[in-house]
């Protein structure tokens, strides 16, 4: 159990031959205002494209970011803030530069507290963060200018059981990866990252995007195909089926947002 502990929380072995690196994602949740009267999406989108070319652009400690809107979720006021950073401490100090490029940005006092005043009065005050280490496998997303990708999130919980090992976790998780979703044409990109600092430490997230929601339906049925295809074999199919099982609870969630490409770093 210490094993994977150390494998799924820490994220440090080794997948293959090389020492992965992970990166630290943070998804601070936000909320509209919905009792804002003259809100317009071209204009929220220009408000926050103003902010993204003269903060988040320009601060090379973020080496990515997104923004992602309710698709299907239980809460259609929710909206998601997504950023990548090369390490831990980077976090911090982003946010530290981001408050200089800020001031950079609205030398005017005054200005500057327009701005943000207008820019919080599309959210709501409740919101929440959470911060995530990637886990290794992902397949990065190429993206095409302007295309509103699909961001379907599996939250699986993990379940941590005695005498499982962290190099059958990571074996498993490495052969299944790599002959079915690195090889499903429809799936643009794979994220999947474990838990840091949140709400539930058993979380282990997949995030699987795609072209279309028909794109989604059929992204199941490609897997399915490509796992048969890798393990023809029946018996060796519930083999598999049973020690990948053992590290997660019965339970998942399901979540679907969808892009907005003007708001998107790297």
């Known amino acids: 159990m210490i094993a994977i502990v150390i494998s799924v929380f820490m994220t440090l072995e080794v997948f293959g031959q090389e020492m992965y690196q992970p ?18 999406m ?3 989108v220009a408000m926050e494209k103003e902010f993204l070319d003269k903060v988040i652009q ?23 803030y997504v950023t990548v950073y090369n390490s831990w401490d980077a976090i911090e100090k982003a946010a530290d530069k981001n408050g200089e490029l800020i001031r ?45 990708y699909y961001f379907y999130v599996r939250k699986n919980y993990m379940a941590f059981p005695e005498g499982g090992s962290a190099d ?3 074996s498993l998780s490495k052969e299944y990866i790599e002959n079915v979703f690195h090889k ?40 399915d195909k490509l796992y048969k295809e890798h393990w023809p074999d ?14 997660f609870l019965p339970n998942h969630s399901d979540y679907l947002y969808r892009l907005v490409p003007e708001l998107s770093k790297g």
């Open 23 to 40: 990166v630290y994602i943070s998804v601070q949740k936000m909320h509209w205002n919905m009792d804002k009267k003259d809100f317009k």
């Open 42 to 44: 071209e204009d929220w």
């Open 58 to 80: 320009k601060n090379d400690l973020i080496i990515a970011s997104n923004v992602l809107l309710h698709s299907m979720t239980p809460d259609n006021t929710e909206l998601l």
């Open 104 to 148: 950079a940005a609205w030398p005017d006092v005054e200005k500057r507290r327009a701005f943000f005043t207008n820019r919080r009065s599309y959210y709501d005050r409740s919101h929440s963060d959470e911060i995530f280490m990637s886990y290794p496998g992902a397949k990065s997303l190429k993206k095409e200018d302007g295309k509103r």
């Open 168 to 170: 059958e976790f990571d």
């Open 184 to 223: 499903n044409n429809l799936i643009k990109a794979y994220y999947p990252h474990v838990h840091l600092y949140g709400t539930n430490s058993r979380d282990f997230i997949e995030v699987f995007v795609v072209e279309s929601m028909a794109d989604l339906e059929k992204m199941f049925e490609s897997n």
């Open 234 to 247: 029946e018996a060796k199919r519930k083999d598999m089926e049973a020690k990948m099982e053992k590290y």
